[in-house]
């Protein structure tokens, strides 16, 4: 086994790092306290290619492994999660799953857009009423008259790059199956008549984000808007969500990361009892605390893009990933608060926005518990749902 990067993968990271320097890092608190990132980072998140990763060249991506996708946005989460979930979202839940399940025509009209930046994509799943239980949504798509055209109702809730997005990949029942039977998924441009948007504010972390409540009164798609067969709307948005739990673990990764680089640093410099805090055994118990969850949750994360780019299966092994490195990410962010004292708890330091930004990677893209109910349904052959 060998786990060295290489060279195009060493290149890769730098260039994260270099860009999350220069254009995030110096923003991070602003945009945080004004719940806002500037939407400009979208094209430049277009133009270095990290809007692409993965996706072929022939439709406009910069290709790559999905080690080095890992990378990329394992850098942006010790940027700052609310960036790192612009291209989790665009990138690794709406094009990829563009990229999987669309028929050509679909791919050339809106992988470019989307891998440029000028374009941004959201993930229409969740509702008000139904979110472990995506399954059971309400959202109705119903074939108009002579059968051209799908008209939809119902609403979205908690919809990452909601207010942003240009795209909506909107999961709706267009069938009477049960459960998650008859669903099937669309692509929906956000400018379509009916489709109205509200930011969702107060959030606890993440507050940068766009994230939005959804609407569809009478949203009238033709048909060809529908993405794969009819009906198989739940299997894209699994399948798209296997793969995004990869890309929120190696997130969480950054966070974890972000929280050590910081925790390190401020117990060098920090005196109390006339000696640096580092030099006490109970402050370095907690960096090193710290140290083994990035690890950890690094490795668990790697074999899941080690996985993907040799073709075989991945799925309970990225849920293993995100709910492993989802409650380390929560971990060492409060770890690292601890090392802060006090000064950790104003936001002029970055540890309280990594805590914030942290608790919700135990919530989406399902909770720990769904996570642990994944993986005993593998590893038992029973399912709990
Ligand atoms: P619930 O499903 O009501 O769960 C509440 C609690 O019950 C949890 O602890 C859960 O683990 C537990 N629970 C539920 N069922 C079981 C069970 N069978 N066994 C054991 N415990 C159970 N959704 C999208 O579609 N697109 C997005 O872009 C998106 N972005 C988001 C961004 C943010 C900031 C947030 C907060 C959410 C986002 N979501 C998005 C929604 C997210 O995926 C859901 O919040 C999540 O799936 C949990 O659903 P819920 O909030 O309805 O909680």
Redesign the pocket.
Known sequence: MNLDLDEEQTAVRQLARDFVGREIAPHVIDWDRAENVDRSIVKKLGAVGFLGLTIDEEYGGSGGDHLAYCLVTEELGRGDSSVRGIVS?SLG?VAKTIAAWGRAEQKRYWLPRLTAGEALG?????EPG?????GSLATRAVRDADGGAYVINGS???????TWADVVLLFARTGDGPGHRGVSAFLVPTDTPGLTRRTIHG?LG?RG?A?AELVLEDVRVPADAMLGPEGKGFSIAMSALAKGRMSVAAGCVGIAQAALDAAVGYAGEREQFGKPIASYQLVQELISDIAVDVDAARLLTWRVADLVDRGEEFATAASKAKLFASEAAVRAANNALQVFGGYGYIDEYPVGKLLRDAR?MT????????QK?IIGRALTGVS??
């Open positions: 979202v839940l959201c993930f229409g799943l969740t139904t979110g472990s239980d995506a979205k809730m908690f919809i990452t790059n909601g959030k993440l984000q994230t919700v919530l989406y893209e399902g909770t720990s518990q769904i109910l709990a749902f």
